[in-house]
């Protein structure tokens, strides 16, 4: 299982790029798309003070990052 969730839409370009320097990095991500789950997108939006700020990445602890760089997702990984 990852240890990370994005959570995403089809269309988000930043989502896109961040997916495939994961890939490429070797880090494993579960992917949800907020237009297809509801509760998602309300997570997401609980994260960004209401809006629905994609990618956003949630770690096993709870804790959450919006629309981080590889290099971010990595460290804190390592932490």
């Known amino acids: 299982m990852a240890a990370v969730t994005m959570y995403s839409t089809p269309w988000c370009g930043y ?3 961040l997916k495939g320097q994961l890939k490429r990095a ?6 949800v798309d907020i237009e297809q789950v509801p ?5 997401v939006e609980k ?3 209401g809006n629905q700020t994609v990618p956003t990445l949630v770690f096993a602890d709870g804790t959450a990052l919006t629309n981080p760089s590889v290099a ?4 804190k990984l390592i932490a």
């Open 15 to 17: 989502c896109h790029r």
């Open 47 to 49: 994260v960004n003070n």
């Open 26 to 31: 070797g880090i494993e991500f579960n992917e």
């Open 72 to 75: 971010q997702v990595a460290e």
């Open 39 to 43: 509760e998602a997108a309300k997570l």
